[in-house]
């Protein structure tokens, strides 16, 4: 495999691959020098246009724990700041010859592009609403680790859905992985079509006891071009996870950054059926292995082909 652009560059076993590589890569982060030699003398260029403290930490922790040389770029500060468009800072930083070119950006679709205008492998780290394949597999690998297999286990995925990549990146998986999948939030905030993706749609979380596992998401305000709900306090009654409608048997997962008081409250965070600490555990592990997948695993290993284009269906790059 070249490329991780989707989670549907993933079948169930390829997954299962990268995670069980991931597990073994739980042994080096347990050991006091955590590194192995496996991409050493080759480069590893993080590119964010958007913020993040998870993702783009991780990322950098996998790659220098693979022993790669590490390069990071955040849009602020960088000549992205000057006017510096996309493809040019790419053309610029392949000069570098880089191995992968891990890619943050508010743009659907971005990762797509820099795969097709760069020779190296590309990792989507978050490309606007479209998809964090990445997050999806740390979401498997938290919840394989806990209950063994995601085979028939009922995962309720509960706020904006609707600008949410997380949401979509992970009911792909979830299915793939054999879990069943509803959706849950406000209409406003649900994507007319989501069922498409084989999951279930409610807008109360009246039958939230059903699921064993509740997946919360962030109100991603800075995405909402309108008002989607009448206001936060009317959201925060409604859907709100706290100690009430969290059940003691209920798994709890978010991806971070939490809006405490929002979508969760304050004591279901810090119970211990939260699975967030463990979620963010996951990201250095997992990243490590799809680095190696792409870099050093797989069939596609010794074969880096600078006439590589993929040719598959994407969507078109769009303004978040
Ligand atoms: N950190 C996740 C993302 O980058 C979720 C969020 O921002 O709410 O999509």
């Given at each position: 495999m070249k490329h991780l652009l989707s989670i549907e560059d993933l079948d169930?076993?390829?997954?299962?691959?990268?995670?069980?590589?991931?597990?073994?890569?739980?042994?080096?982060?347990?050991?006091e020098i955590k590194k192995v030699p496996t991409l050493r003398g080759r480069t590893v260029v993080n590119l964010f246009?958007?913020?993040s403290t998870r993702t783009s930490s991780s990322f950098e922790l996998a790659a220098k724990r693979l022993s790669a040389d590490v390069v990071s770029v955040r849009s602020a500060g960088s000549?992205?700041?000057?006017?510096?468009?996309?493809?040019d800072t790419v053309q610029t930083l392949s000069a570098y010859d880089p191995a992968a070119i891990v890619?943050?950006?508010?743009?659907?679709?971005?990762a797509e592009l820099v795969a097709r205008w760069s020779p190296a492998s590309v990792v989507n780290a978050g490309d606007g609403k479209h998809e964090?394949?990445?997050?999806?597999?740390?979401?498997?690998?938290?919840?394989?680790?806990?209950?063994?297999?995601?085979?028939?286990?009922?995962?309720?995925?509960?706020?904006?859905?609707?600008?949410?990549?997380?949401?979509?990146?992970?009911?792909i998986a979830f299915k793939k992985m054999g879990a069943r999948v509803t959706v849950c939030g406000p209409p406003t905030l649900i994507p007319r079509g989501v069922e498409a993706l084989g999951c279930e749609v409610a807008v109360t979380l009246d039958r939230l006891g059903e699921a064993e596992v509740v997946y919360a998401l962030r109100?991603?305000?800075?995405?909402?071009?309108?008002?989607y709900v009448p206001s936060l306090r009317e959201y925060v009654a409604t859907y709100q996870i706290d100690g009430r409608r969290l059940h003691p048997?209920?798994?709890l997962m978010h991806p971070g950054p939490v809006n405490r008081g929002v979508e969760l409250a304050g004591e279901v965070i810090d119970s211990p059926q939260a699975l967030i600490g463990q979620q963010v555990e996951a990201g250095v592990v997992v990243r490590m292995a799809v680095l190696f997948e792409l870099l050093a695993g797989g069939e596609r290993d010794g074969e880096r082909s600078r006439e590589d284009v993929p040719g598959r269906e994407r969507p078109e790059p769009q303004p978040a």
């Open positions: 169930r076993r390829a997954i299962e691959r990268i995670l069980d590589r991931a597990a073994s890569f739980a042994e080096v982060s347990g050991r246009y958007e913020s000549s992205v700041d000057k006017g510096e468009s996309l493809k890619i943050r950006s508010p743009n659907v679709g971005a964090h394949p990445t997050q999806a597999l740390l979401d498997v690998y938290t919840l394989r680790r806990r209950l063994g297999s995601l085979e028939g286990t009922n995962i309720w995925i509960v706020g904006d859905v609707l600008h949410s990549r997380v949401a979509r990146s992970d009911v109100m991603q305000t800075e995405r909402m071009t309108q008002a048997r209920q798994l």
